[in-house]
């Protein structure tokens, strides 16, 4: 009985140091290396500029979260070169649709641009392009699966 009551006073405090999550960043960095967003979308091309965040994906404020696995969600704008713009377009089946954009990116995305959204090929991630039409303009939103 006395070897019961360890295991479970063990047992409850692994859950509940498991179910603690560290406060989150109080802000996003914005990063601009292009490595890890062309990595994560090698069917764009190249990238000739970009901003982009990763934020991690789960609980909403104020619940616990279960221990497990996250999701992450990389965002990026980016300019593209004029043919690989092109070339995404082409290649996948797009339609009018707009992003949803992080807060420290929503200064770099220009207003007033028709957004067009093609689902890129799923790679354990679920990946999206979106491409400002007629421009080099994208934004590109990858959700880990």
Not at 3 to 18: E, H, R, S
Not at 118 to 139: H, M, S, W, Y
Request: charged share 20%.
């Amino acid at each position: 009985m006395r070897t019961m009551g360890k295991t479970l006073g063990i047992t409850a405090a692994v859950v509940l140091i498991a179910a603690c999550d560290p406060a989150p960043p109080a802000e996003t960095a914005v990063h601009t290396d292009p490595a890890p967003v062309a990595e994560t979308f090698p069917e764009v091309g190249e990238i000739v500029e970009t901003s982009w965040v990763e934020e991690k994906m789960g609980a909403a404020e104020g619940r616990v979260a279960a221990p497990g696995p996250t999701d992450y969600r990389l965002s990026a704008v980016v300019k593209l070169r004029r043919e690989a713009a092109a070339k995404v377009l082409d290649e996948h089946k797009c339609q009018a649709g707009s992003p949803a954009v992080p807060e420290p990116l929503k200064g770099l995305v220009p207003s007033g641009v028709k957004w067009l959204s093609c689902e890129l090929p799923a790679n354990g991630k679920a990946r999206t392009a979106f491409v400002a039409d007629g421009t080099e303009q994208g934004i590109l939103t990858s959700t880990t699966m």
